[in-house]
């Protein structure tokens, strides 16, 4: 599994799966990361944490934790 974590910045990935339940889950896929979606890696913090990303058009900053959950293809 290669989860959006992994990816390098200037990446444009698709969400395969989003792992995990409830709250968390539903919270990301609020955000507009749903199955199917292309996500552009803009920048990572000099630690990791966070991650921004451009999904449907808008920039949004994603913690490190969360991302570890979204699998990508």
Do not use: Q
């Not at 990935?13 to 995990?20: E, L, N, S």
């Not at 539903?26 to 552009?40: A, E, H, L, S």
């Amino acid at each position: 599994m290669r989860s959006m974590k992994d990816v390098r910045v200037g990446d444009t990935v698709i969400v395969k799966k989003i792992h995990g339940e409830g709250a968390v889950k539903r919270r990301i896929m609020d955000m507009g990361i749903t199955k199917g979606t292309d996500v552009y890696i803009r920048k990572v913090a000099p630690l990791g944490d966070p991650v921004e990303i451009t999904v449907r058009g808008y920039e949004l900053s994603l913690r490190r934790n969360d991302a570890e959950i979204i699998e990508i293809e």
